[in-house]
Structures are given as structure tokens and as C-alpha cells.
């Protein structure tokens, strides 16, 4: 009976310790390295792509992110959508946003807690306040030789989104190097045929739990239980898509193996 309750005990304990030691709040950077023929030979691109910030509402601060950003020096920053939240005050985020600028341009898409949020407009504001530029259509950065494509976040899961004319002209006409942000992934499927080099995206949360060689992901909204698009990287012909696992949360459930991260691109000419 003694040595039963022992090891029962120390099952217990292991059990609990495997299960702190899952649990991971921390914030990394995750960098990936991607080529193209379409830079000259010694042109490299930093880029940092900042998803699902949620006003700073669920933990993290703010100051923790611009001190992993500061020493990547990027040359271009990429908010993918739900920065704000539509419950949680805006103030945190303002002031990150004014922080932010000054390292590098700023280019921002909405996500689906913005688009919901009843203070959209105000968000809008801070946006301009900070020089953040807004991305509803295109814009083509010389400098770089890239086109910036995104979207708007439908406001709800069962709304078609359609790119403008322009869109589609610039994505299928240009030789730059074609950069396409938007929010959920699970909706870019769509936009595989318009010849984007790569495509930015956030929303997923990294699916909340990794089980490491298992499940890279366990429950997405809008994508279910074990989904594909999770985080990562992923390759469909010549397109690339990026998914940021995100910097918040906006359930109070643990994130397991399954960190807060800011990813960090370079992308270097061949
Ligand atoms: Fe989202």
C-alpha cells in the first residue's frame, strides 16, 4: 500500500511538472531566411512581422517586443491584424505605435477583433497619429523592389473578400517581389494563383497547443480542431506563407509549447 501511494505520488509530480514546463509564456523571435532571383545579388531585405498584439490586454508588455525589435534594425515592419482588441483599451497600443515608427516604416492590415470592435474608427486614428500606413489596397516600395499587397479583414467568417482591380493588376503584371498581407490564413487559398512571392499572416494564436512531432497546433477559429494553417512556414508552388503564432492570447488558457513570438525575415537576392 506504502509503495502504491509513492509512485502514485510521484507520477503526480512528474505529471505536474511535465505540465509546468509545457506552459510557455515567454516571448522568442523566430527568424526565417528565404532567397529570390528578383533582389540583385547582394540586396537583403529585414522585415518584422508583429501579429495579434491584442492592445497589450492579455500579459505581455509592449516595452518587451520593441527590445527584441530594436537590435533586428528592420528595414520594414509588418502589423498583421489584430493589434487592437475590441474589448481592451487602446491606450498601451499608442504608445507602442509611437515607439515603433521610429525604427522603421510601419505597414499595418486589419484583423477580424478590429473590424468587430465598435471603436474601429479611433483605432484608425491612432493608426494615423502614429504613421502607421494603413494597406487597403497596394503600394510599391522602389527602394526594396517589392509590392505591398493586403487586404481588410472581413468582418465576419462567411464574407467573401474581394481585391480590387488593382490588386489583382499589380499581383499578376509586376516583376517586383510580390509581398501579400492578410490577417487569416485560412483565407489566402484564394489568392494562390495571383503569383505572390510570399504571404504574410497571423490570427491563428500558433492553435493554442504544439504537441512537438505531433500536432503543430490543436484549435483554430475558422480552422478547427487540429488545423493546417497553424504557424510556421508553408510552401504552395512558389509562394511562401508565413503565419505568426501571435503575441497574445484572448482566452485565458495556457499556450503549450507554444511561446509568443515576434517573426523576423530576411530575405536575400541569389
Ligand atoms: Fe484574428
Known amino acids: 500500500m506504502i509503495l502504491q501511494i509513492i509512485l502514485f505520488t510521484t507520477f503526480m509530480l512528474v505529471l505536474l511538472y511535465l505540465i509546468l514546463i509545457a506552459i510557455d509564456d515567454s516571448l522568442i523571435t523566430r527568424t526565417y531566411q528565404l532567397k529570390t532571383k528578383k533582389f540583385k545579388e547582394n540586396q537583403k531585405l529585414k522585415l518584422v512581422l508583429l501579429a495579434d498584439t491584442h492592445s497589450f490586454g492579455f500579459g505581455l508588455k509592449y516595452q518587451d517586443v520593441l527590445e527584441q525589435v530594436i537590435p533586428l534594425e528592420p528595414n520594414l515592419i509588418i502589423l498583421g491584424g489584430d493589434i487592437f482588441d475590441d474589448k481592451k483599451p487602446l491606450e498601451a497600443t499608442d504608445r507602442f505605435l509611437d515607439e515603433l515608427q521610429k525604427l522603421a516604416p510601419v505597414y499595418y492590415v486589419s484583423g477580424n477583433h478590429e473590424k468587430i470592435a465598435p471603436d474601429y474608427p479611433q483605432m484608425v486614428e491612432l493608426l494615423k497619429k502614429n504613421n502607421i500606413i494603413i494597406i487597403e489596397d497596394n503600394i510599391i516600395l522602389e ?55 510570399l504571404i504574410l499572416s497571423g490570427h491563428t494564436h500558433g492553435g493554442q497547443i504544439i504537441i512537438p512531432r505531433l500536432a503543430n497546433g490543436f484549435f483554430i477559429h475558422g480552422q478547427g480542431v487540429f488545423p493546417k494553417l497553424a504557424g510556421g512556414l508553408y510552401e504552395f508552388g512558389d509562394t511562401t506563407h508565413i503565419i505568426s503564432r501571435g503575441l497574445a492570447n484572448t482566452v485565458y488558457f495556457p499556450r503549450i509549447f507554444n511561446p509568443l513570438e515576434i517573426v523576423y525575415l530576411e530575405i536575400e537576392g541569389t
Open 143 to 197: 527602394k526594396y523592389n517589392i509590392l505591398l499587397c493586403g487586404l481588410d479583414d472581413p468582418r465576419s467568417l462567411d464574407k467573401t473578400i474581394k481585391p480590387t482591380e488593382t490588386n489583382l493588376k499589380s499581383a499578376k503584371e509586376s516583376g517586383l517581389y510580390k509581398i501579400f498581407l492578410i490577417h487569416r490564413p485560412e483565407l489566402a487559398k484564394e489568392y494562390l494563383d495571383l503569383g505572390f512571392d
